[in-house]
Structure formats: structure tokens, C-alpha cells
């Protein structure tokens, strides 16, 4: 590449050689296919006889169709999950060494493997062949839950350790707790999986990497497993000894690989690979033949990927420059560091980290560095290079502000002219995604300069986002400043500022750095001054892109802020004290000014760790640090296995990718696929729907829409039907469903999909919350639900009214009033909905494979549209990738559609929703909205009437948005005994799918409004808040619930009692104070929130169960009942229970699926409490076959295999092995909230309570929980460890919901900024919809099973765990508000203030009012007391 300048390349004449055969290995197995129009005769087809398959194909795609290794998951398809990661082997000519990194196959090219070898986790290890180590850590440290993203996690696990391996490293528990942020869990809430790698990275720390390929089980070389004893460390040695690229013709045909230019055509498309800048150009030259075809260059393909995705457009000509030598080069030269553009984040940040140039020089590059931390995943720094990033011009860059603070040039080249020229990164942004490449499809960026520092120059680099970890910027800035100093003190040579997520492309803030400059001196008036330049530099218009305008404004001058501060410790830190004293003085009081400090908790986050302390169950299980006991059951000995932490029954399923879910089921010949042709309006009348262009798509077999179904059109809850499976006429919500498009690949179907052409007449839509209120959109054959009890009246008549704000004087009893607002939730279950429907019989039958939490309701449901009786139709489920609720219903129309396509055609169809259609068409947890009034004693804070109005967002139709409404009422009352109550429930219609259920099905809504009225009250009160939530709880005299339940007080208290004293919460809370004294943009908060949580399904009908045990002649037992395993441990409890009853080994027990033909009419998987009832119907089942088998069993006690033997006498003298157990749940009462009926909705309840402790950033609304504790009684646990995962992962969940996890749908009257696309869901992937991430577990976790038995007769005396823990996780949204007040109290405001549920970030920078937030707000004449950013719900 040489050392740049203008001018031109030379490069030579020679003649280019072009390869056409793919070859890839693939867990040591050789792949190779013609792919050139010019084929040899006789060559396989392969690859071009594929449907859907093109040069954008992913390497998932050939993984999981071409080559069937589904171990590798689709989760998202955008680079955000990590289920679908690999790892890829690749031979690095200038290294001359083979580098394996882990990626995303779902964004790398398929023809980018080429050359490489993949391992994915099928050959990491298997059932079969024996575990890999990291598998077995994760499933004996119960890591897996619903084990979706299972082989993604173990694959990260496995690549960093061969990363380690490679470079003579050592993994430590640092490199486990910061390697997953390319991954997602959504069930275990990451602490036992952190935990589980962690004690594994120390297990290994001391193996070398073996060179032989022997198989670790003994001393010997050899081949195949030789049934060697193997010893912890010999199998831990065999792990790292597992060589991708093993055998010796794979190594040298890789090494030659390298050094040849790849050319394939693929249905008529091409893919240039060159390996250096002359073929690079000579096939540019090659694309030229054809004048009007375009093409394009990838290097990572992570932003074009997901474009072209988007855009549904097959490129005709794409040029790979991945391996193009000259793009590859970096090095540390007189001027800067020079990168090749195709260069990757990974491999920059380790040149950076292994640059041994002074540290001085390297203040841009350590930027880059910071910066790199929170830049992407792991996997897709990986392979993402830095030219991608510059050139794409994203506005909210993270790296684009770094390039132009540092002062980089950008070396650009044409390829046709090879003429180079340089351009300063300051001016090469020109507009949104534009850029200062001026010749199309010729010029490209080449490298980066970047320059040293120099002595007294400093660089701050900042980016703030929803999610500190793999996330898009809203803010992201560098600044820079060059100082020198003469006798009067320190001035500013050079500044240079920049952001990103405030314009339309990166932006320099000129005028501030102007005026730094022209003042000169770092003092404190000048810095003041200078703030104030800057906020009117960058001010924003209301229509900013993505909203937030105050808050991007005051986060701007925020990093301003913080990046002086950091300017003031760099320079005093390190120098000589020179005028130290008094300029450090005259900037004490400023704003930002922490000095001197220590590291925030949110920059240098330390290592968490994690407690759990089960009761002393039957079988006493006690352990610490993520040390559950794991009690494995082995032969007669383990007789009592309920009680016992017996692994999940998946679990090594689930590690080793074999657990198989819907998108794996082997598809029968002829399947077809599915895609739907969606609404993309949310109210209008349907003029013209015209498929032409749809049928005339490749591989279509047709499109089937409402005048297709056999049967009912009509769907939803009986007896309304008020939902459709195909629009009819006219569309009510985005995501509708308006046909099915059936093609012969899922790709052919969902490109055909894209081209309906519909025409529309817009009707009014209604799109949220509080427009529904405000226009009275109420749902008019759903009733108001209603809890009243006492005389709220005549309480309120009592008091006097406060003023939200201000004092309004203390009488004896006062009355606030406020307006709670909760947002809602997707699920995100790492598995998005899928079915394969096919028929039997030439479609007399139809069976169904469905990812569904209600088989037995999709199956009726499915039966009524194909108007089929229902012994006809058979839904199965295995096991679902997590479900939480929004499976139990909404795979209806889905799967209902699917099976009308099926009738129809009479071929198996197969859809497995892609990640953004799931979020638009499949409904949420509901939003809610409330208006309380509450009157209460000011002497002790007793709450003495409450009055709520809740108003629930249902979307277009009722789904189960009654029964949410329903519990949600039910648990107004959370832990608190009231006396005086009205609770009124109302459901409002918007023009949005239908919201459905969400792990704690409208409870943890009930529970926040009632929280926020006690913290209202607290602030009010200026008394601790879990003072007030103390002196509310029930007691034994105060027990019954409003809806006339008793409520066991004693269980209430001694969670309350045992939490405030296990988590210090008194000593905690002065420590607090002492933080917040002494910090000024840091503050800690704290919280203690209880829980109650009532079991049973409110609709009482549900509450019944069935099962089958079949007892077969070899003594295995297979139990059948009519619960669904979506990564709760269901299945596992259901086999510790027969186990426990049938007095046999856990391993003699297995459960295979869940099907409508072996347990007919099951109750959705809900409501949490499908242990309790199937474990008594499995309970009843084996007291049936006890009886009958108790003879036989005295009989044979004395032979070796005592069962077996039983079981072949009974069986000798024809006595029944199977038997159905059947359970309804006793003392329930059908309260109908329309009429107000008091009674026992639920059977018992479930109690917990949890402390939590934050630290937030006040300048950037940043947060992380330093502590958490968890105590829960859950009875006596069926298996403590499941119920601990349990809730842990509802617990992070739960966080999840009131911070972080914000849903937003584009509507022109709630968003200034919203352009097109009314009704839209506008956060429809892990890019936009952070859940929590792996580094926001909390830093200590601690969780706490009380020692108690289940009040009431219950199986084994355990308790439901499901859901009850998942408000806790509203322990940090009040620990946040708490230290919120405690920066608003440092700044004068010590009024009680509202936080709007989630605490984003936003809502919790702009809660710590200071001068900054002042600044921004007053500019825009908003009054910062009463401000409240925007909440749409
Ligand atoms: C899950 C995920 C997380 C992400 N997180 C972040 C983040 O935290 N911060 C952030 O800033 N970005 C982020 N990104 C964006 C993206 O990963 C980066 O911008 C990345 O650097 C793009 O590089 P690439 O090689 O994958 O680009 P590609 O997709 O291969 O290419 C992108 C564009 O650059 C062009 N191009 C590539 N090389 C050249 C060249 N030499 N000359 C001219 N044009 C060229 C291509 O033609 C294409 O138009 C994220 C993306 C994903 C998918
Ligand atoms: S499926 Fe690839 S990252 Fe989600
Ligand atoms: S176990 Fe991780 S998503 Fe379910």
C-alpha cells in the first residue's frame, strides 16, 4: 500500500486467475461446488438446484438448508442474538497462520466461507460422541433454560477459548464475564451461565493445547474414542485440542485457497473474492462488460446485509473485499497508524493493543479503543471492517466522531484510474449516509490515517445508549483538546469536537471549538461560557430523527461536561501541580466535576458474582456462588428426586444444538414455505388487492386469502370471535394478515410477498393509549371490570387535596393524586413463532408441529376455520424457545392461515416468522395507563382509600386482554392490606394487533401503579419509602384481600423481614448517603419492593389437568401430559415427580412431546401453574398404577431390577400399565370483576420480595444494579435449581420491563419526528429492542428460597414460580427513582417528581435536574419542575 500521498498506483499487467469451485469444510467435512456458468460436465448441481439461494445467501442458509445442521439457530437475523454463531477458520496469507474468530452466520455471506472451515456446534461435541467441556459446564450448571440460544452461547464459549488457545492466553473470569456481549438470553437472566463458564475458564487454565489429534482420554495417540476412563483435566485437555482445521489436506487446500482469486455465479448473480487491489480492479473491469449492471463491495456485510434483507433486492455483481491483501494492512508508521479499510475492529484493537509506541502518541487510538468496548458484539467486530463503518455514514456512528475529533485523513482510490487522493474525515461527511467518494461505482476508501497525539493533547471518546452493551448510539461524541501552558496557566492550542445522533450526518460542534479557542484559557468562566455556546450550536428541532430532543441536547453538553472533566484529571493527574489548586478549586462546583474520582461503576464495570441459598428441602440442597448441588439420580438409590437439583431433562439436548424446535422438524418431500402479505396500513378499507405480480414470482405456488377458508374466518375469544385469520374487506392494524403467499422456499415466498400491490382507503386509526382515553375508545362488549370495597367517598371527603407539587400543609389525612404510565413489553422469545402444518390422508387429517404454549387451543382454533371436527386435527409441540406468554395464543391465526393454505393445496407448508415480522404482527405485554387518587394517614403513611382507574391497551381485538385486565386489578393491592378501594379496569381499542399475554399477565402492571402510589406518598412524606411499604403490609389481623381472598401476612413478612435484614438494607441505606454526598454525577439509590402473586387461572374452567403414564415391559416410563416445556423445567419437575411417586430412577422416566391425541383438551401452558396441576395429575396417574402394581412390586422386591420384574408380572397377568391422572384445582371460585364478586380467584399465593441498589450516571441517565437481593417463598421447590433459574431470569426480565425495554410504534400524532408508516412498530429487532444484556446482570446477585411448605395441599408441597418473581425486577426502577431524587435534592428540587415507566435513559438523565437540563429545557420554554419526556404507550 505504501505510505500514501495523492497520485496514482501502479500495479502490474498480469493476468488474472479466477476460481470457480466453492470449497468449504464444515466440522472437518469437505464441501465443494461448481459455481461458474461454465460447469465441468458431470458436476454436481448443488448450490444452483436450491431455491431461493443467491449470492446473498448467509451461511446460515447453507448450514441449516443445504447441509441440515440446524444445531446453528435463527434468532434474529441481524447480527443482535448470537443463536446462530460459528465458528470460522480462515488461513491469513500475511500471518501465514490460520485465525478462528467467532461470527454471525445469519449476516455472513455464504460465498464469503469459502476457503475457510466452519465448525459449528454440532462439532463442537454431541450426545452420541461426548460433550465438549463448555457444554457440559453450561448444562450441569443449569445455564439452558428453553436452550434456543444454547449452541450460540456454547459456540461463543468455544471460539474464545480457541482466540485464547491461539495466543498462548489463559482464559480468566474476566474474559467470560465481558465475551458474550454478541449473545441473548431471555430466560436465565445470564448468572448461570456466567457462572457455570467461569468456574469452567478456571477449570482450564492450566491445559496447553495439544498438537496431536488424539481423543484426551488417555495418554495415547489415537483416533477414535477408546473407551478410556477420562479423567476432569484429560477431558478438558481433549476440548482445546479440537482442531478445525485437523486433518492435513483440509490445512494445505485452505493455505492454497488463499492465495486464488474466487469468482461464482449463482442463479445468474456473481461474487468476486479478489486477493489483492489488481484483481480487485481487474474484476471491476469484468462487471464493466455489462454497462448497466451495478455493483457493489462487502467486506463484513454486517450493514449490508441487513439492507439487503430489508430491501428484498439481489445485487447482480458483488465484489468481496475481505481478503484484499493492501486493504488488509496496518501498521504504526512517522505520521499515525495506517489501517487498511478492510481491516476489522478485532484485529485493530489488538494491533492497538500491542502498539509499542509511547503512551502519549496513542490518545486517538486509546479512544478507538474505549470506543470499541461498547461497539457492536464480539462477532460482528469480528468480521466488520473499519471502511463499512466510515462509509455507510451512519449519523449515529460510533467511530465517525473519533475520526474527526483525532483530526484522520481517509486515502481514497479509484479503481478504474487507481488515482489516490486524501480527504480530511472532518470534510468527507457530507449528508445523511453520504459521502465524499466522488466517482459511483469506482472510487473506494483505501485506508485511514490516524494521527499521534502529541504531549498535552487528550481525547475523550463517549457514546450513550438504551443498553450499555451492543447497542446504537443516540449520542455517541469525541472530543479533543491539544493544551499547552505558559505562566499564567493552561490554554487551549487545538479542540476539536464531534457527535454523532444529533444531525444528519457526524457533526462538528465549529462555533464551540472556535470560541475555546479564541478565549483560550481552561478556566471555569470560560468553560461555562463555553457550554453555553455549545447547546446553542447544536440545538435541536422537535422533529430531531428519533425524538428526544432535550435529552440529546443536554447529553451533548453532558459529554462536553464530562469530557473537561476528564480533561482536568488527565492534566493534574499527571503534572506537576502547576496551578492545580486554583483552577481545580474554580471549577469545584462545577457541574460535572467529580474530582477526584474513582472509575464509575457503568465505565469499568468489575465482575459480578451471584449467591443462592435453597431451603433444606427433603433431600437437603444448600449452595453458594452459583454452586446449586446438582443431585443426579442413579438407580434405586435416588428415590426422593423431587427436591433435588436434577439438570434440566434438555439440557444436553439443548448444549450440543440436538434439541430440536419447530424451524428444525425434517420437512417431508414437497413441503412448500410460507410468508405473509401484511397491512402495512392500521385502519383503511381494502379498494383492490392485485397478486398478479405475486403469482408471477419464482417458485410460487399461489396466494390463499379469506375466500379460501373452509370454515370460520372468525377467530378470537369465544363468544365474540372478534378476530380474523384474513382481512376481509378492510384492515384494522398494521401486520394484519391479508394473504399467504405459499413458494417453494421461505426466501422465494417472502420476496413474492413484497410485491402484492393493495389498494387502500385510509380510515381514522387510533394508535395509542391515551388517544383511545381521550376519544373514549373503549372495547364495547368487554365490561368494566371493577374491585370495590369500604367507602372510598367519604375517606376523600375527609381530606384535604395536595398540590402534586408544593406543600399544601399537613393535615392528619391527606390525598394525592397522579397518573402512572407503564409501557409495554415484547416477548422476545429467542424462538419466534413457527408451525408446519401437513395434511395426512390427502388432507382428512391435518397434524401440526407449532411453537405454541396452547396445543389444544390450536387445535380447536385450527378446527373451526378448516370447519374439520377436532379428532382430526393433531398439534404437537416438543419444546418451545421460550414463550412467556405470547405463544398461548397468538400462533392462532398464524398456524390457522398456514392450515387453510394446507387445505387448500393439500402440501405440508412450513413459516417460521423472521425476528421483525414476529414484533409487528404478534402483540405485546399491554401498556397501561392509570389515574389514582390516594388518601392517606401523614402521621404513619397508612394507606387509607385508594381509588385507581386503569385503562389497558388491548389493541384491535380481546385476545386475553380481560383475564390481563382482570389480574391485573386482582394485584392492585399488592402486598398491602386497603381498606377502602375502587379499582376500575377499561379497555381501550387501538388500531394495533392485539396484545396478549406476558409473564405476570397483567399483575406486575397492578403492582407498579400501586408502588408508584407509595413512593408518591414516601416523597411526599419525605420518609423512606420501604417505611410506607412496611407500615402498609398485611398483618394477621389485616389479611383479606379487597376481592375477599385471605392473604397468609405471616409469609408476606417474613420475605419483607428477611430481605431488609439479609441485604443490610439499614446500614446500606446511610453508605447510600454517604456515596451521594461526595459524588455529584454519580448517585446511588435503593429499594425494597415486595411481591404477592396469586396461582391459578382466574378463568376457573382452565384449572384442570390430565395425564398419561405408560408403563412399558423394559420398566421405562413415558409420561404424556398436556403441559408445554418452553425452558421452565416443566418436563424435568413432571419427571422428578413420577420418579418420586412410581419410587424408581428419574432416568427410567422420560416425556417426548406435548400432543392433542395423547392429552386431549389441555389448558394453555400459563398462569404458572402447570407444575402444581400435572404434577397432581401425574400423581393421580401413579397412584392408579401403585395400586395396581403393589402386589407385583412385593413379589419382586428381591430381584436385581426389582421394577422391571414388577412390571413383567403385572404384565403377565394382564394387568393395565397405563393410566390417566386428572386433577382440578380445589377452592376456586369464578370471580366475575364485572359485577364486583368477591371470592377465591386464585388457589394460593406466591410471595417474594426483593432490595435493590443502583448507581446512575446523572449526566448520561446510565444505570447498573450493584446489588440485588431476592427472598421468595416457593413452598417446598420441586428442583431448587430450575426454580432459582427461575427467578433469576424473571428478575432480569423484569428489570428489563421498567428500564431498559422500550416499544415504539411510529403515529404523526404522537411523534414529531415520524415521518411515514402510521402504526408502524418501529422497534422490530434486537437493533432497536434492547432486553438485557449480559453485562446488566446484577454486580451481586443474591437469591433466597425461604424454608417453608406450600400452605396449601399442593404436589410436594412446592409452590408455582413461574411469573412471581418478575415484578422484583421493579426493585431497580425505584432504586433508580431513588437516586434520581438524590441528584434532584443536590440540585435544590425535593419535591416529589413522577418517572414514567421504563427508566430509560433518557427519563432518567432528564429526572436529575441541574444546570444542564435547566439550560435545555428553558431554551425550548419547557419548566423543568414539572417536565416528563414524552411516553407513548
Ligand atoms: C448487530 C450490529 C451491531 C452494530 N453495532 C454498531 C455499533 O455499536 N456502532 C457502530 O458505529 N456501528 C455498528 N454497527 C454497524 C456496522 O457493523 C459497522 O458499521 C461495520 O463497521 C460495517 O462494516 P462491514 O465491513 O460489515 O460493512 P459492509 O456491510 O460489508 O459494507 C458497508 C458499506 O460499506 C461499503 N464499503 C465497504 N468497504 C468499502 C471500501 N473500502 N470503500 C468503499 N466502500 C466500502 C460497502 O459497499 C457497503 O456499502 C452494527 C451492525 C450490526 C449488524
Ligand atoms: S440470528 Fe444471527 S445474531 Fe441473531
Ligand atoms: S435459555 Fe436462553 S433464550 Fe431461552
Not at 485437555?237 to 486433518?247: G, K, L
Not at 475520526?403 to 474525515?425: K, N, P, Q, T, Y
Not at 425434517?666 to 405475486?694: C, E, K, M, W, Y
Request: hydrophobic share 40%; charged share 20%.
Amino acid at each position: 500500500m505504501g505510505s500514501g500521498g495523492e497520485g496514482t498506483l501502479a500495479l502490474s499487467a498480469a493476468e488474472i486467475i479466477w476460481v470457480s469451485e466453492f470449497v468449504v469444510y464444515v466440522n472437518g467435512r469437505r464441501y465443494a461446488w461448481w459455481l461458474s456458468n461454465e460447469r465441468p460436465p458431470n458436476s454436481p448441481p448443488g448450490l444452483q438446484n436450491v431455491p431461493g439461494l443467491s449470492v446473498h445467501s448467509t451461511l446460515l442458509d447453507l448450514l441449516r438448508r443445504v447441509l441440515g445442521l440446524t444445531g446453528t439457530k435463527l434468532g434474529c437475523g441481524e447480527g443482535g442474538c448470537g443463536a446462530c454463531t460459528v465458528l470460522i477458520t480462515k488461513y491469513k496469507a500475511p500471518a501465514q497462520t490460520f485465525e478462528s474468530h467467532a461470527v454471525n452466520a445469519c449476516l455472513y455471506p455464504m460465498l464469503a466461507a469459502h476457503g475457510c472451515a466452519v465448525t459449528t456446534v454440532e462439532g463442537v461435541g454431541s450426545t452420541r460422541h461426548g460433550l465438549h467441556p463448555a457444554q457440559r459446564a453450561l448444562a450441569e450448571g443449569f445455564g439452558s433454560q428453553c436452550g434456543f440460544c444454547t449452541p450460540g452461547i456454547v459456540m461463543s464459549m468455544y471460539a474464545m477459548q480457541q482466540e485464547a488457545s491461539a495466543r498462548g492466553k489463559k482464559l480468566s473470569d474476566h474474559d467470560v464475564e465481558h465475551g458474550f456481549d454478541g449473545n441473548l438470553c431471555r430466560c436465565t437472566g445470564y448468572r448461570p451461565i456466567l457462572d457455570a463458564f467461569k468456574r469452567y475458564a478456571s477449570d482450564i487454565e492450566d491445559v496447553q493445547c495439544a498438537e496431536t489429534t488424539a481423543c484426551g482420554s488417555c495418554s495415547n495417540s489415537c483416533d477414535s474414542p477408546c473407551g478410556h476412563a477420562v479423567s476432569r483435566e484429560s477431558r478438558l485437555r481433549a476440548a482445546v485440542r479440537i482442531d478445525p482445521v485437523a486433518s492435513e489436506s483440509c490445512r494445505s487446500e485452505l493455505t492454497a485457497k488463499s492465495y486464488e482469486n474466487a469468482h461464482f455465479v449463482l442463479h445468474g448473480s456473481e461474487w468476486y473474492r479478489p486477493i489483492d487491489l489488481l484483481s480487485m480492479s481487474r474484476s471491476l473491469g469484468a462487471t464493466d462488460r455489462d454497462q448497466s449492471a451495478s455493483w457493489t463491495m462487502l467486506v463484513g456485510n454486517s450493514e449490508l446485509g441487513i439492507e439487503f434483507k430489508a430491501r428484498h433486492h439481489v445485487q447482480s455483481r458483488i465484489i468481496c473485499a475481505a481478503d484484499v491483501s493492501e486493504l488488509l494492512q496496518i501498521s504504526a508508521e512517522t505520521d499515525g497508524l495506517r489501517i487498511g479499510a478492510s481491516v476489522t475492529w478485532t484485529a485493530l484493537s489488538e494491533f492497538i493493543g500491542e502498539c509499542k509506541e509511547v503512551e502519549s502518541k496513542m490518545g486517538n487510538a486509546r479512544a478507538i479503543q474505549e470506543q470499541l468496548q461498547w461497539f457492536a458484539g464480539r462477532q460482528i467486530r469480528n468480521v466488520s471492517a473499519i471502511a463499512g463503518n466510515i462509509v455507510t455514514a451512519s449519523p449515529i456512528s460510533d467511530m465517525n466522531p473519533v475520526w474527526i475529533a483525532a483530526g484522520a485523513r481517509f486515502e481514497l482510490l479509484s479503481l478504474r484510474s487507481m488515482r489516490r487522493r486524501i480527504v480530511l474525515a472532518r470534510d468527507f461527511f457530507l449528508g445523511y449516509r453520504k459521502v465524499d467518494l466522488s466517482e459511483p461505482d469506482d472510487e473506494i476508501l483505501l485506508s485511514v490515517v490516524l494521527p499521534w497525539t502529541m504531549d498535552h493533547e487528550f481525547v475523550f471518546p463517549f457514546k450513550v445508549s438504551r443498553r450499555k452493551e451492543d447497542d446504537i448510539a443516540i449520542v455517541s461524541s469525541c472530543i479533543r483538546f491539544a493544551l499547552q501552558r505558559d505562566n499564567s496557566g493552561w490554554f487551549f492550542r487545538d479542540v476539536s469536537i464531534a457527535f454523532g445522533g444529533l444531525a444528519a450526518r457526524t457533526l462538528s460542534a465549529a462555533e464551540t471549538e472556535h470560541f475555546l479557542l479564541s478565549q483560550g484559557s481552561l478556566s471555569r468562566s470560560v468553560v461555562e461560557a463555553a457550554v453555553k455556546v455549545l447547546r446553542d450550536e447544536i440545538e435541536l428541532v422537535e422533529s430531531v430523527p428519533g425524538g428526544m430532543r432535550e435529552y440529546r441536547e443536554s447529553l451533548a453538553v453532558g459529554l462536553f461536561c464530562k469530557s473537561i472533566a476528564g480533561l482536568l484529571r488527565a492534566v493534574f493527574s499527571k503534572n506537576d501541580g502547576f496551578a492545580a489548586d486554583g483552577i481545580l478549586k474554580s471549577f469545584q462546583s462545577f457541574v460535572a466535576l467529580d474530582y477526584p474520582d474513582d472509575k464509575s461503576l457503568l465505565c469499568s464495570r468489575p465482575l459480578s458474582e451471584a449467591v443462592q441459598i435453597c431451603q433444606a428441602a427433603p433431600a437437603q440442597t444448600t449452595g453458594t456462588h452459583g454452586n446449586v448441588e446438582s443431585a443426579t439420580c442413579s438407580g434405586v438409590k435416588a428415590k426422593a428426586v423431587v427436591g433435588n437439583s436434577i439438570r434440566h431433562a434438555s439440557a444436553e439436548l439443548q448444549t450440543t444444538g440436538e434439541a430440536e424446535y419447530v424451524d428444525d422438524v425434517p420437512l417431508i418431500v414437497g413441503t412448500q414455505h410460507g410468508a405473509f402479505i401484511l397491512s402495512d396500513r392500521p385502519h383503511a378499507r381494502i379498494l383492490n388487492a392485485d397478486f398478479s405480480q405475486v403469482l408471477a414470482c419464482d417458485g410460487v405456488l399461489d396466494v390463499v386469502t379469506a375466500k379460501d377458508v373452509p370454515g370460520f374466518n372468525s377467530i378470537g375469544q369465544p363468544p365474540f370471535f372478534d378476530e380474523l385469520v384474513f382481512a376481509i374487506d378492510k384492515v384494522t392494524h398494521v401486520g394484519q394478515i391479508v394473504g399467504l403467499v405459499v413458494a417453494q422456499s421461505k426466501a422465494q415466498a417472502v420476496h413474492a410477498a413484497k410485491k402484492a400491490v393493495i389498494s387502500y382507503e385510509d380510515l381514522p386509526a387510533i394508535i395509542h393509549l391515551e388517544e383511545a382515553v381521550r376519544q373514549g375508545s373503549f372495547c364495547s362488549y368487554a365490561p368494566e371490570q371493577r374491585i370495590e370495597q369500604g367507602d372510598v367517598d367519604s375517606v376523600f371527603a375527609k381530606t384535604e387535596l395536595a398540590a402534586d407539587h408544593g406543600d399544601c400543609g399537613r393535615g392528619p389525612i391527606v390525598a394525592l393524586s397522579g397518573e402512572v404510565r407503564i409501557g409495554g413489553q415484547e416477548h422476545f422469545y429467542l424462538e419466534t413463532n413457527g408451525s408446519y402444518v401437513y395434511p395426512i390422508d390427502g388432507g382428512r387429517e391435518v397434524h401440526m408441529v407449532v411453537s405454541t404454549q396452547a396445543p389444544g387451543k390450536t387445535q380447536a382454533v385450527v378446527a373451526r376455520v378448516l370447519g374439520m371436527p377436532s379428532h382430526r386435527v393433531v398439534c404437537k409441540t416438543k419444546r418451545i424457545g421460550g414463550g412467556f406468554g405470547g405463544k398461548e395464543t397468538r400462533n392462532f391465526f398464524m398456524t390457522s392461515a398456514l392450515a387453510v393454505a394446507v387445505d387448500k393445496l393439500k402440501v405440508p407448508i412450513h413459516l417460521f416468522l423472521d425476528r421483525d415480522v414476529d414484533m409487528q404482527i404478534s402483540g405485546q405485554r399491554h401498556a397501561m395507563f392509570a389515574k389514582y387518587k390516594v388518601a392517606f394517614d401523614t402521621h404513619s403513611g397508612r394507606i387509607l382509600a385508594l381509588h385507581v382507574e386503569l385503562f389497558s391497551n388491548m389493541g384491535i381485538s380481546l385476545d386475553l386482554s380481560l383475564p390481563v385486565l382482570g389480574r391485573a386489578l386482582f394485584h392492585l393491592d399488592n402486598t398491602y392490606h386497603l381498606e377502602n378501594v375502587r379499582f376500575i379496569g377499561k379497555l381501550c381499542v387501538t388500531n394495533t394487533p392485539s396484545n396478549t399475554a406476558f409473564r405476570g399477565f397483567g399483575g406486575p402492571q397492578g403492582m407498579m401503579v400501586t408502588e408508584q402510589v407509595i413512593d408518591h406518598i414516601a416523597l411526599y412524606l419525605r420518609k423512606p419509602a420501604h417505611e410506607v411499604r412496611s407500615v402498609n403490609l398485611y398483618s394477621e389481623q389485616l389479611c383479606k384481600a379487597p376481592f375477599g381472598m385471605s392473604v397468609a401476612a405471616d409469609r408476606i413478612r417474613a420475605c419483607w423481614d428477611r430481605v431488609l435484614e439479609s441485604s443490610e438494607m439499614p446500614d446500606r441505606l446511610s453508605k447510600i448517603e454517604a456515596f451521594n454526598a461526595s459524588h455529584r454525577t454519580r448517585k446511588r439509590g435503593i429499594a425494597a419492593i415486595p411481591t404477592k402473586f396469586g396461582i391459578s387461572f382466574t378463568f376457573r374452567t382452565f384449572n384442570q389437568a390430565a395425564a398419561l403414564v405408560n408403563i412399558y415391559l423394559d420398566g421405562s416410563v413415558l409420561v404424556s401430559h398436556g403441559g408445554v416445556e418452553m425452558g421452565q423445567g416443566l418436563h424435568t419437575k413432571m419427571i422428578q415427580v413420577a420418579a418420586t411417586e412410581l419410587r424408581i430412577s428419574a432416568e427410567k422416566v422420560f416425556i417426548s412431546e406435548t400432543a392433542t391425541d395423547k392429552v386431549p383438551n389441555a389448558s394453555p401452558t400459563a398462569a404458572s401453574a402447570s407444575s402444581d396441576m400435572y404434577g397432581m395429575a401425574i400423581v393421580d396417574a401413579c397412584a392408579q398404577l401403585n395400586a395396581r402394581l403393589a402386589k407385583y412390586r412385593a413379589e419382586n422386591e428381591e430381584d436385581g431390577d426389582a421394577w422391571k420384574s414388577a412390571v413383567l408380572a403385572a404384565w403377565n397377568e394382564r394387568v393395565n400399565l397405563s393410566a390417566q391422572g386428572f386433577y382440578r384445582t380445589p377452592d376456586l371460585d369464578a370471580v366475575d370483576l364485572s359485577r364486583n364478586e368477591k371470592g377465591n380467584p386464585f388457589y394460593y399465593f406466591t410471595y417474594g420480595a426483593a432490595v435493590s441498589e443502583v448507581e446512575i450516571d446523572t449526566l448520561t441517565g446510565e444505570f447498573c444494579i450493584v446489588r440485588a437481593d431476592v427472598v421468595m417463598d416457593v413452598g417446598q421447590a420441586l428442583n431448587p435449581a430450575i426454580d432459582i433459574g427461575q427467578i433469576e431470569g424473571g428478575f432480569v426480565q423484569g428489570v428489563g420491563w421498567c428500564t431498559m425495554e422500550e416499544l415504539v410504534r411510529g403515529s404523526e400524532n404522537a411523534h414529531a419526528w415520524f415521518k411515514s408508516g402510521n402504526g408502524t412498530m418501529l422497534t422490530q429487532g434486537p437493533s432497536t429492542y434492547k432486553i438485557p444484556g449480559f453485562r446488566d446482570v446484577p454486580l451481586d446477585f443474591r437469591v433466597e428460597l425461604l424454608p417453608l411448605t406450600c400452605e396449601k395441599p399442593t404436589v410436594h408441597s412446592s409452590k408455582a414460580v413461574g411469573e412471581p418473581p418478575f415484578f422484583l425486577g421493579a426493585s431497580a426502577f425505584f432504586a433508580i427513582k431513588n437516586a434520581c431524587y438524590a441528584a434532584r435534592c443536590a440540585n435544590g428540587y425535593d419535591d416529589a417528581f413522577f418517572l414514567d415507566s421504563p427508566a430509560s435513559v433518557e427519563r432518567i438523565r432528564m429526572a436529575c435536574v441541574d444546570d444542564i437540563v435547566e439550560l435545555c429545557l428553558r431554551a425550548h420554554n419547557l419548566d423543568p419542575v414539572r417536565y416528563r419526556p414524552a411516553i407513548v404507550l
